[in-house]
């Protein structure tokens, strides 16, 4: 994955073009011609699991979505063990989307999950 930030449209273009030259000539790589693009930062630009705006980077919903899956999953009433074994299992998958995600700003997003996490241990 790669991505290329340019302050104008034409000279994204001319990137592209080169970028592409140069993967596919000198480095004999195929470029997915499905997802390359040209986008503004206004929009925001989906990469490697965040989307980058002009002014902040998030992390993608659907990454949010999956960690409380894997959480929900590791936290189900019906496994017959002890809280303090379900936090040891907790912590390396908590661990590793904070120092994976930290790039983006997150604050609101992670006291979110802890919150509903918080609740789902309780119970």
């Not at 970028?19 to 206004?42: P, Q």
């Not at 699991?49 to 009433?77: A, E, F």
């Amino acid at each position: 994955d790669i991505l290329i930030l340019c302050g104008s449209r034409a000279g994204a273009e001319n990137a592209l073009r080169v970028a592409r030259r140069y993967l596919e000539n000198e480095l004999k790589l195929t470029v997915n011609t499905t997802k390359t693009h040209i986008a503004h930062s206004d929009e925001g630009v989906k990469f490697l699991g965040v989307v980058i705006h002009s002014k902040y980077t998030r992390i993608q919903r659907k990454k949010v979505v999956r960690l409380k899956q894997k959480l929900k999953s590791l936290t189900k009433r019906n496994r017959g063990i002890g809280l303090a074994a379900i936090i040891r299992e907790l912590n390396p998958v908590l661990r590793g989307f904070v120092s994976y995600f930290r790039v983006a700003n997150c604050a609101r997003v992670l006291k979110q999950v802890m919150s509903w996490l918080r609740r789902r241990l309780r119970c």
